[in-house]
T-cell receptor, first 113, second 116 residues
Framework: KQEVTQIPAALSVPEGENLVLNCSFT??????LQWFRQDPGKGLTSLLL?????REQTSGRLNASLDKSSGRSTLYIAASQPGDSATYLC????????????FGKGTKLTVNP | AAGVIQSPRHLIKEKRETATLKCYPI?????VYWYQQGPGQDPQFLIS???????DKGSIPDRFSAQQFSDYHSELNMSSLELGDSALYFC???????????????FGPGTRLTVL
């Protein structure tokens, strides 16, 4: 059974700092990995999707990497801003036709002005 | 661009009542997924439909049922509601051309269900 773990559970940083969020998964047979952002009580916004054959994806100040063999992904946020404060969720989709996403419990990020 | 629409956005029900949640996928998307996110929890997959047929099933209680209609919208029916059913229910949609696995699931804003 695929399990996704995110460390740390919460992170508080001053504005302008670069930071890394970690995601690990137990079964390396994944189809892709996706990072989401969730604001309190709100929906899920897709940030980056990495296919199993890819090593990284970039969008603006965000960079996500994937090391499938070791079951790890990182989300790098450069020059953090207070508006980045949210919960960041990592989700993996398994190979073999299952369509469900398996989520981690998220990292709650607070960027202080 | 059009997004996934869910209705209602908020719903309050009493124990043992029934509830129906609706999901309207992005136009031309043929697959819908339902997820349940309890307070402080990660989203859990419930069920999915492709071309109006159930395509995958997760931890959906027997009290819940769902279907996808000819216009591709989906409804999640929940009966004999329990306090533990209080959660945020997300619908997501994707396009699976020729039955191939799609890359991205696009999520709706969710329906917040409160059972009193």
């Amino acid at each position: 059974k695929q399990e996704v773990t995110q460390i740390p559970a919460a992170l508080s940083v001053p504005e302008g700092e670069n930071l890394v969020l970690n995601c690990s998964f137990t079964d390396s047979a994944i189809y892709n990995l996706q990072w989401f952002r969730q604001d309190p009580g709100k929906g899920l916004t897709s940030l980056l999707l990495i296919q199993s054959s890819q090593r990284e994806q970039t969008s603006g100040r965000l960079n996500a990497s994937l090391d499938k063999s070791s079951g790890r992904s990182t989300l790098y946020i450069a020059a953090s801003q207070p508006g980045d404060s949210a919960t960041y969720l990592c989700a993996v989709r398994a190979q073999g036709g299952s369509e469900k996403l398996v989520f981690g419990k998220g990292t709650k990020l607070t960027v202080n002005p | 661009a059009a997004g996934v629409i869910q209705s209602p956005r908020h719903l309050i029900k009493e124990k043992r009542e029934t509830a129906t949640l609706k999901c309207y996928p992005i136009p031309r998307h043929d697959t819908v997924y339902w997820y349940q996110q309890g307070p402080g929890q990660d989203p859990q997959f419930l069920i999915s439909f492709y071309e109006k047929m159930q395509s995958d099933k997760g931890s959906i209680p027997d009290r819940f049922s769902a279907q996808q209609f000819s216009d591709y919208h989906s409804e999640l029916n929940m009966s004999s509601l329990e306090l533990g059913d209080s959660a945020l229910y997300f619908c997501a949609s994707s396009l699976n051309p020729f039955g191939r696995v799609a890359d991205t699931q696009y999520f709706g804003p969710g329906t917040r269900l409160t059972v009193l």
